[in-house]
């Protein structure tokens, strides 16, 4: 049987959403406890890691993680009490969404194919001539 997999985006309003890369990176901070070494851990920019952090912390009316400043003590990054909520009900509702996506499609699920067979092929489309009505070709 196939392989069923859920990627779960939860929109809050027009500009406040959470996916599975957000949730990804809290915890990579809650694990690291810094913000450079939460983006390094997932191939990411530090930019990137800070905008997405960001845009969470002004999305929210709580912030979901503490950022602080590097200099001689050094920096760091900590989830707040609201965002280590936000990543347990994330989690939690994913989980709950998987087993029901599961016990949903596990009459079609057998039937998908593995990604190596699924492959997609690209055929050529026979050209059109311009006698028959249709575009002139490109290349003709």
Do not use: Q
């Amino acid at each position: 049987m196939a392989t069923l997999s859920i990627r779960l985006r939860v929109d809050f309003s027009d500009s406040c959403s959470i996916g599975p890369g957000k949730i990804t990176l809290l915890e990579s901070i809650d694990r690291t406890g810094s913000l450079s070494a939460a983006a390094r851990a997932l191939g990411m920019s530090y930019r990137r890691a800070w905008l997405l952090v960001e845009s969470l912390n002004t999305s929210f009316r709580r912030p979901v993680a503490a950022l602080s400043t590097g200099g001689k003590g050094g920096g760091g990054a900590a989830l707040t009490p609201f965002g280590t909520t936000l990543v347990a009900a994330y989690r939690k509702f994913e989980g709950e969404l998987a087993r029901r996506a599961r016990a949903a499609f596990a009459g079609v699920a057998r039937d998908a194919k593995p990604a190596a067979v699924a492959k997609v092929t690209r055929r050529r489309l026979p050209k059109h001539s311009a006698k028959a009505g249709g575009r002139k070709s490109a290349r003709a």
